[in-house]
């Protein structure tokens, strides 16, 4: 399956993107399918014009081929439906992942640095990991992703400099200045926050790899290396370069790169190394920025990835494992009311757009009581 011309006016790259186009949409669909909003009829229509999947090496969770399967594997929803192209799917996200890792490790051979695509959630291999965790947990690629993820968390010499193994050559995208020398990231969308919480949700599903554990010990050793304290709290820079760490004041707390995306991979660190003290302090962490309004203040919509949406989904999860879950029951009247004030997303997409906004809002009444249903957060990994 490759990309072809479009016969719409839709480019296929947006056809086919989680982030932006119907593919996300059709998360949304799904939901209300399932709640009887929606009928699976219009879940069938939105996926029926998408062209040949691209698989090639652009293809990611948040796009083609896995886009896709991801979101056929939320509509089987444990039942054959979309049986035949699921199990199609699987073949060709199995062998876009060897291709990827072949790769991944010949660089790391090489001694060269990684990109952001070679490893993060959006484009690189802990999103195809996500995917195959779901589809084909004990797999042979899924050992094989986490085992790269081992090895990509082991240290490096960078001009004479012990750096992390994600430790990339270019600037962060915010701060363009930050060169030469390179940075390595702390976020969930692209930094190793995201390979943290992979590798701590495998080890919560019973499948692991030599070296499992230590790499998850030695990413948090990291986060705890960079992590600062003052009287608000809790908190860690977006990224650490050769002049030092981002700042971290004044924080938008949002999902991908603020404090509640790195309080929930390391809650869920904790729980599988049963760290009882990281557990704790990354849910405390959590409820600073649920209490300060000068963070709240700077969140400016309510999509997931930057707005309230992605809050509310990350609070709603550590909530299920938070050792005082009422704890966030009691704000979750503050995080809705912002919610329904902020301002509309200006696109539709889900990452940052109203289809995002209206999954994560579905289920904020219930927030510290049952675990959502659904995992269609897992492309955040979140759950």
Not at 305 to 332: I, M, S
């Amino acid at each position: 399956m490759t990309a072809a011309t479009s016969t719409t006016d839709t480019p296929v790259s947006v056809r086919q993107s989680l982030a932006h186009g119907p593919l996300g949409a059709t998360l949304l669909r799904i939901e209300r399918a399932r709640r009887g909003t929606a009928t699976w009829e219009e879940v069938h229509r939105s996926l029926s014009d998408t062209g040949p999947l691209i698989d090639g090496p652009e293809a990611s969770l948040y796009l083609g081929a896995p886009a896709m399967a991801f979101v056929l594997h939320a509509a089987a929803d444990g039942t054959n439906r979309y049986a035949g192209a699921l199990h199609s799917l699987d073949g060709i996200v199995a062998a876009h992942a060897r291709r990827r890792l072949a790769d991944a490790h010949a660089r790391i051979n090489a001694g060269r640095p990684p990109t952001f695509a070679e490893y993060d959630l959006f484009r690189g291999l802990t999103g195809i990991g996500a995917l195959l965790l779901r589809r084909q947990p004990n797999g042979p690629e899924t050992k094989a992703v986490l085992e790269y993820l081992v090895r990509l968390t082991e240290p490096r010499l960078v001009n004479g400099q012990h750096r992390p193994g994600w430790w990339v050559s270019h600037a962060p995208a915010s701060n363009p200045a930050v060169m030469p020398g390179g940075h390595a990231n702390a976020g969930i969308a692209h930094g190793i926050t995201g390979p943290l919480a992979l590798l701590a949700l495998a080890m919560r599903a019973g499948i692991t790899v030599d070296g499992h554990e230590a790499s998850i010990r030695r990413i948090c050793r990291w986060l705890d290396e960079i992590r600062q304290h003052d009287t608000g709290g809790v908190r860690w820079p977006r990224w650490i370069s050769e002049h030092g760490p981002a700042p971290t004041l004044p924080a938008t707390p949002s999902w991908c790169y603020g404090t509640p995306g790195l309080a929930r991979a390391q809650q869920l660190a904790a729980i599988v190394t049963d760290d009882r003290d990281r557990k704790q302090m990354s849910e405390r962490a959590l409820l600073v920025c649920l209490t300060d309004p000068n963070q709240l203040d700077r969140i400016g919509n309510r999509g997931l990835c930057h707005g309230y949406g992605g809050l509310l989904r990350t609070v709603h999860r550590v909530a299920q494992d938070a050792e005082t879950p009422q704890a966030f029951t009691a704000r979750a009247g503050l995080l809705t009311s912002r919610f329904l004030t902020a301002a509309p997303p200006a696109e539709s997409g889900f990452l940052e757009g109203k289809t995002g906004a209206a999954l994560a809002f579905q289920d904020a009444d219930a927030i510290g009581a049952d675990a959502p249903e659904r995992h269609w957060d897992a492309c955040l990994l979140l759950a």
